[in-house]
């Protein structure tokens, strides 16, 4: 009798456990990640914050710079860098010495959401991008609230450096390249959220940037930028009501064209500016 209650209770137990393997198997295995795909385009010319958190910005961000990269920069990156990291004493945006990667060429914008963050070349640059295009950041982030307002939060970013229709050098007296020091100043004042900056051409933001130009150093306005976006007293409201899920997920990207003739320096010295189209 003990037997057979024993045998029966495994049965049971069996029943049970062969019950519950087949549930496990039933059910969809779902991987919480966000796929390229599923992130919406943001219009970044809104007013809205875009940031780093705090957390990634106690050692510095991972940027990582493709060696034929660098060797154009004449190996100088950590001091680009060193511009931005030396603007608020309590972050480090950039992790230096930068190391240096094989280049990633990639044939689509999205797939350089990978596991890099890099500074490339392209030698083929993308069909997603019109002409006079120097140089892009591209970002992925999250959008999130702080106070009742809403700012975006970096996830991953490139920069990406048109080798097709561009040449770049770091020499100041070849007239025939655009400024590498310049471009990625530029583009790494983006990368720590920086968005462009129409009002004066006094500022390492400003849009375009011609042949022959070099802007190595930051201007006032540069670095209060940054101290506004890093520690304003609060996160700007946004400029339209928000109809989107906390959780969305976003991407932008902001393009230095090189058609900068409404930036006007001779000698260094701005001697004039016109409207950007
Ligand atoms: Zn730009």
């Known amino acids: 009798m003990k037997l057979a209650l024993k045998l029966l209770i495994d049965i049971i137990v069996i029943l049970f456990l062969l019950g ?3 549930c496990g198997q039933d059910s969809p295995f779902t991987k919480n990640v966000n796929t390229p795909a599923s992130y919406s385009p943001i219009e970044i010319t809104k007013d809205q914050i875009l940031r780093w958190s705090d ?3 106690e050692s510095g961000l ?3 710079i493709a060696s034929e990269v660098a060797d154009d920069l004449n190996h100088d ?3 680009v860098a060193m511009e931005w990291n030396n603007v608020l004493p309590q972050r480090t945006f950039f992790a230096l010495p930068f190391p240096t990667v094989t280049n990633r060429e990639k044939t689509s914008l999205n797939s350089y959401f ?5 500074i490339y070349k392209s030698k083929n640059w993308f069909s997603e991008l019109g002409p006079g295009v120097l140089a892009i950041t591209q970002f992925f982030g999250v959008r999130r609230t702080q106070g009742g307002h809403e700012y975006i939060e970096f996830q991953h970013a490139d920069i990406i450096v048109n080798y097709r229709d561009y040449s770049f050098s770091s020499n100041m007296l070849d007239a025939t390249t655009y400024d590498l020091p310049s471009v990625l100043l530029h583009e790494m004042g983006h990368f720590v959220g920086l968005r462009h900056e129409y009002t004066t051409t006094k500022s390492v933001m400003w849009p375009a940037l011609r042949r022959n130009v070099s802007v190595r150093q930051l201007y006032p306005v540069d670095f209060q930028h940054l101290e506004d976006n890093y520690d304003g007293q609060e996160v700007l409201p946004m400029a339209v009501a928000i109809s989107t899920p906390k959780t969305e997920s976003v991407q932008g990207r902001f393009e230095l064209r090189a058609d900068g003739d409404c930036v006007h320096f001779i000698s260094g010295q701005n001697v004039g500016t ?3 189209q």
């Not at 990978?114 to 890099?118: I, K, R, V």
């Open 77 to 79: 990156e950590d001091d």
């Open 55 to 57: 957390n990634n910005l």
């Open 114 to 118: 990978d596991d890099e963050m890099g």
């Open 274 to 276: 016109h409207h950007l």
């Open 20 to 22: 519950l393997i087949s």
């Open 62 to 64: 991972p940027l990582k």
